[in-house]
Nanobody
């Protein structure tokens, strides 16, 4: 059974940092393009970042230069390091795969950035 469990969210002041984790089971993260997505209140879910199996990474323009996606294959976990956080980054963050057509959604992890 494929399962993705997000963690690491929280409340942080603008300019702060958080690192989100996505623990995968039922598949190997480096076999798929795995991505981070977010959904803010009243808005549609949007793609934030994607890491392909060859290591290529992609970022939404709104987070480029501030967020970094990485993986630890030994732990079968994908991370999203978020720096210089802004209030507009407030959202529930999800991970899923493959990036282009995600299998589904877990419970996500809430990130709240105060001004």
């Amino acid at each position: 059974e494929v399962q993705l469990v997000e963690s690491g969210g929280g409340l942080v002041q603008a300019g702060g940092s958080l690192r989100l984790s996505c623990k995968a089971s039922g598949f190997t993260v480096d076999d798929y393009a795995i991505g981070w997505f977010r959904q803010a209140p009243g808005k549609e879910r949007e793609g934030v970042s994607c890491m392909r199996s060859d290591g290529t990474t992609y970022y939404a323009a709104s987070v480029k230069g501030r967020f970094a996606i990485s993986s630890d294959n030994a732990k079968n976990t994908v991370y999203l390091q978020m720096n210089s956080l802004k209030p507009e980054d407030t959202a529930v963050y999800y991970c899923s795969a493959p990036c282009e057509s995600p299998w589904g959604w877990g419970q996500g992890t809430q990130v709240t950035v105060s001004s």
